[in-house]
């Protein structure tokens, strides 16, 4: 049976593996997943995006089901909306923070979450037989003009808006040239705030910076924070469900260290509930849910895990490691913009800044690195590393747990041809020589 999904979704170089005949085949397996009723989708602003539509749209509409056009949306602007406005399910066209030759296909259930990994197994046994729907009742395609207001909406119901517009703050926006171009400025705008943006025009190459925030790359949004004198910035991914912040002295956040504020905050309000993590996020926040007599379950890497995790338990919060935080009372998925007005809230409850707010937390020391590589070397190196640790996790690539304060996490990549490096220290110091050992094992291994 072809393995059609990764970590997240369905993707590949258009008009190379992600072909107009792929899409189609692909599209009709989805359609008899879904079987019937009015899917609704959405694209992020890659070139192809609008091509890829047209393929979608016509797919679904000759297996029997409508299609509502949501048209260029952020991913979790498709998903909230597909919950809110009662459709079946949706489809956003996006490959996320991959580079702009790619595109993909990310599938949502009726609830706007992520469709299982046991859904996506259908999905592949469908395609691989060709089991698709026969019928002359051929489904018409429409245009959905509420979702990006439903959205906003959503995310404003969840916040004091009242004591948000008091605090009057300026954010920075860097937009990527992506999807939440928008929304995020439209949302902050909302709340009251004074707003700064970079990289504003949705461009499928993401001239900017790249369609992944990174520390490397956020040095023009530093900038912008200390010469506006803002509260802080905010950085979004290619599709608009990660966000990485910036602090009022131009410090890069980890997505680790703002998800960890973000869960002491709610974790305050709402006691007594389940934080839903990564084996690759940090130890601290174990440290932190006791307070609130919390606690945290541990899923495998990849958003789909921790999304459909929180739906079984219904929990409060979920979060990666990489910027993705997910709050249960608004939608179990990454979102960026409800990122982004959840922290507004949390500053205007207190009178200290951002950098001040982290330094209150216990002290984590994570970080990350990749090597280009394929799957099969990277299945050589976590076996190689088997060996020599062998009491390791291998329930997500390889988990070394070197002592009590230091653990390294290796594992391919689902949606790059890359092996990525995780690790956790209790200094900087211990990290950078802790993640520079096992880059050269790695490299050792490969060569």
Known sequence: MKKLFGTNGVRGVFSEDFTLEFVNDLVMSLAAYFKKGKILVGYDGRHSSPIVAKIVSSALNYSGLDCYMAGLVPTPCLEYATKKLGYDGGLMI???????????IKPVAFDGVEISREDERKI???FDEKNWIKTNAFGKSFEEKNAI???VDGIISLVDVNSINTKKFKVCLDLGNGAQSV???QLCEKLGCDVYTINENIDGDFPGRGSEPT??????LSSLVTDTNSNFGIAFDGDGDRSIFCDETGRILTGDSSALLLCDYLL???PKSQVVTCLNSGNIIETIVKKSNSHVLRTKVGSVEVSRRMVTDDALIGYEENGGFMFGKHNHVRDGAMTLALMLDLLSKTESNLSQNIKNLPPSFTT??????SLEQSEIVISELLREFPSSNTSDGIKIQVDENNWVMIRPSGTEPIIRIYGESNSQQNLDSLISDFVEKTKSILS
């Open 368 to 373: 990350k690195t990749k090597i280009e590589c």
């Open 124 to 126: 592949e046994r469908i």
């Open 183 to 185: 929304t995020a400025k």
């Open 149 to 151: 207001s439903t959205y």
């Open 268 to 270: 305050q309000q709402y």
């Open 94 to 104: 996006t490959a996320s923070h991959n580079p702009p030759q790619y595109n993909g």
């Open 215 to 220: 520390p490397q790359n956020l040095g023009e």
